[in-house]
């Protein structure tokens, strides 16, 4: 197999890139989006976001606004993002037991959105 320079892996990304956008673009352009309400749909007391927000939903609407909206978003970020600086520093076992408290946490405030949004039914 010949080998193939950075500069041609490059183009390739950036035409695979831009494929991909004309892709998500017309697709975005085919489906109506299903933003709004009905008069069948429940009468819902605060708006909730995509499922995939949902613990960071619950932290904004349960704890106060400098601590759900700033500090623990924070933290949570900047503990996956220096990931890679912490294991490095700590060593593996460190690095694999603070990404699991992360995985955990996130996990767990999964759990308590899903477990409030079907509460009721």
Not at 106 to 109: A, G, I, R
């Given at each position: 197999m010949?080998?193939?320079s950075i500069k041609q892996l490059l183009?390739?990304?950036k035409i695979a890139g831009i494929v991909f956008l004309a892709?998500?673009?017309a697709l975005a352009l085919f489906f109506p989006p299903s933003v709004g309400t009905s008069n069948q749909a429940p009468y819902v007391s605060h708006a909730v976001a995509p499922w995939i927000f949902g613990?960071?939903?619950v932290m904004l609407l349960y704890l106060p606004p400098w601590a759900g909206?700033?500090?623990i978003p924070i933290i949570l970020f900047a503990g996956i993002g220096g990931l890679?600086?912490?294991v490095r520093y700590l060593g593996v076992k460190w690095g694999q037991g603070i990404f699991a408290a992360i995985v955990s946490f996130?996990?767990?405030?999964l759990v308590c959105f899903i477990v409030k949004e079907f509460w009721w039914i």
């Open positions: 010949p080998r193939v183009e390739r990304e892709f998500c673009l613990p960071f939903q909206a700033l500090l890679p600086w912490i996130v996990s767990f405030l």
